[in-house]
């Protein structure tokens, strides 16, 4: 290596701007082991303590993306636009999103996660549908790209091998709050898909990633100028994560609650971040030039029941039982429920529901892993009887648990009556989607 | 472990003061293994960007002293005062020092370390000393300081070995530079010695580990807080390294050299240091109340022959051959000598030696080692003919090079004449002693 690792460590340790081969000499030390884990986690704390330019955190993306295969999909001649979002509770829009817009014409070659701490997964939710495999090689993939313009399947491992190992480190070592890091581990591994656009949904409040709205204009924007700068058009939505999205937490909970949502019977919060992230999407991608105008595309392959259809041929293609979508028994399900019911003297409204806290409690009910070994029941999950804003009868209940054993039941339910607010007066509530980030040539 | 690393490395991330319990928590885990070497070295860089307290240097020191081995010492009656220098080029004062104070009444229970880069160490000083032995076993150490006052042995591993563990680590992660981490390693290790009291020699300039006087006076008040608030007397001299100290580099060469000085024929620049160094100990070890009086008893002990005495007697009890004190070519030495000539037209004056660059040129023909598994020729080194300040005349050469084979010998004469500035005016010679740094209460 032309560049020793202290010396590259002492730079960024020092302040300065990291050059071209220094970031790449750290990112293939990363892969061969020429940066030893322990030099890397010294300089990711370097980073984390004096930040990356934007350019610098570019090089950062790109020596990621290419630390690894690229996919590249030329047979694709539909616009092939992805969504990625920062993560909140409740959120089950890419099983939504996909085949919308798949049916209004794009290509949506998705390659997700799994669920870790008081977030769900995309894979996780997927796989409650019985015999779906987010699994396939290479060949499978394209087919189904072409035939159905849409695949959600989990990242191969030699995708982004860079990015396997240091968010690995970052997690223990205190390393993983970081504008420029998390940049580079989002936008490598998206731009590693073969995408010509990506539109991101960044979630800020105490149930995301990013507590504040400003902390989450801020990582939007630098999402948006990396992407763009590598020649993707990018753009972001900030989305509020306070309260779960939509009504439904755990994984068949949520697959069902998908459905409901392409069949057009979706609850009013979800449809809204969805239709947002959706419209974006079919801008980015070319197929319209105005906001009204995919607005009534997609709502018109809800109605048309194209959607809806779309999503069956993803699950058939995929080996999941496609009767699921007409028989909701067919997913895992439980068979016992416990009502919770809060101690009020008089009428109520919902004043907040944290998120966090109802996100952590779906983990202790075993709907969530808090470590990446757990097993995790696809059955299991709440209801959210009442959201922020709802008025609350006394003796009416606001959640209901969907559960397997008891052993956890009575701490869930104190921790989810800790977790929700109530207000004797009407509670106004805010807009999910608070801004969209966008280069400056497009706003 | 209570605490768990990625949280205590947080805590520093984000510039909290961490607490008694945590830093214990992180040298316990650096020995145990409970700590990764990733995850201290995040925290190291931490600890380097957003600094220490002196309450939590100080925990962190005495963590560090008590991950191993504590000497005592109670059956020694004498005051134990030992002197540590933070390094320079030709710095051979603790051979001297030793014998000196040792002669005077103290006991010096000296461990020291091998030399690495530009400095040497007085390990490999002494070793030049056919037979001399640096390592004893603790019931050999303990007779040698009863019986005559003076031991300088290497450290053995069961004492510090967090700053062992933590010293390899640093060199690699480009976190030594940071002057809470360099008190705790210098302060842990002499602590845990069993002294009384601790002299420091701090040294600045182009040939030291600190360059500029602020830097070095910055590290000998944090040297002296914390070995005071340790309850050890602590104070430090601040002293100029930018030209060689003494007129011999090389580790043969410099106990010829610290010889004559025992016998009071040592040039003045390194007398100046060593006198300095040797009274500041007899204050602090009470032998004396005042500096007039450690000074006369000091020069009385040269002499009189005493302070070579006790050499003699430190050499014999080390299995070294003490007839190398009469007889200087029963050490190695070299049978070719290079004299360097500068290119003058006119009588000169010698306007600046580059220490470290001498240092370096050292390594390079042999006389240090680059990385701690290279070889040293005990032989080799450079006689300073003239120092700055000297006047030389057309065709007289400024330094002397001992050397055993020619392979380097060209370019350590090239970085010679590159190290070696002239002036046709005199030139003034700055002190070398510029301050004393004790407590206030000293002061």
Chains 1, 2 share one sequence.
Not at 57 to 84: F, N
Not at 117 to 126: A, E, F, P, R, W
Not at 203 to 226: C, H, N, P, Y
């Amino acid at each position: 290596m032309k560049c020793l690792p202290q010396e590259i460590i002492a730079r960024k340790r020092d302040g300065h701007t990291l050059r071209r081969e220094e970031v790449d000499a750290f990112v293939a030390g990363v892969v061969s082991g020429g940066f030893k884990d322990y030099q890397s986690s010294a300089l990711l704390m370097a980073i984390v303590l004096k930040g990356m330019t934007p350019e610098e955190t570019g090089w950062l993306t790109e020596a990621m993306m290419r630390s690894g295969r690229i996919v590249e999909l030329p047979e694709v001649t539909r616009p092939k636009v992805d969504k990625h979002s920062t993560g909140g509770v409740g959120d089950k829009v890419s099983l939504i999103l996909a085949p919308l817009v798949a049916a209004c014409g794009l290509c949506v070659p998705m390659m997700s996660g799994r669920g870790l701490g008081h977030t769900g997964g995309t894979l996780d939710k997927l796989e409650a549908i019985p015999g779906f495999s987010t699994q396939m090689d290479d060949a499978a993939y394209r087919k189904q790209l072409l035939e159905i313009h849409q695949a959600m399947i989990g990242q191969s491992a030699d995708i982004v091998p860079a990015d396997r190992k240091l968010y690995a480190l970052r997690d223990v070592t205190a390393t993983v709050e970081s504008i420029p890091l998390i940049c580079a581990s989002i936008l490598s591994k998206k731009l590693a898909e073969g995408i010509d656009a990506l539109v991101l949904d960044v979630k800020f409040g105490q149930g995301a990633f990013m507590s504040t709205e400003a902390d989450g204009r801020e990582l939007a924007k630098a999402l948006v100028a990396i992407g763009t700068s590598m020649g993707k058009p990018t753009s972001a939505l900030l989305t509020r994560m306070e309260q779960p999205l939509g009504r439904m937490i755990g994984n068949a909970l949520e697959v069902i609650e998908s459905i409901d949502c392409l069949r057009g019977e979706g609850p009013a919060d979800l449809m809204e971040v969805t239709y947002a992230l959706c419209a974006e999407m079919l801008l980015l991608g070319g197929l319209h030039t105005d906001k009204a105008a995919a607005m009534a595309a997609l709502k018109q392959a809800i109605d048309s029941g194209a959607a809806l259809a779309a999503f069956r041929r993803l699950v058939e293609a995929q080996g999941g039982d496609p009767r699921v979508l007409d028989d909701y028994q067919r997913l895992p399900h439980c068979q016992q429920h416990h009502d919770v019911v809060p101690d009020l003297d008089a009428a109520s409204y919902i004043a907040r529901l944290d998120a966090r806290a109802y996100g952590q409690a779906a983990c202790l009910l075993g709907a969530g892993r808090a470590s990446m070994d757990a097993v995790i029941d696809p059955a299991v999950g709440f209801e959210l009887l009442k959201k922020e804003g709802d008025r609350i009868e006394p003796g009416e209940a606001f959640v209901r648990i969907h559960y397997t054993n008891t052993d956890q039941l009575e701490a869930v339910i104190e921790r989810l009556q800790n977790a929700t607010h109530f207000s004797p007066k009407p509670v106004a509530v805010l807009p999910l989607v608070v801004d969209r980030i966008a280069p400056e040539i497009n706003t």
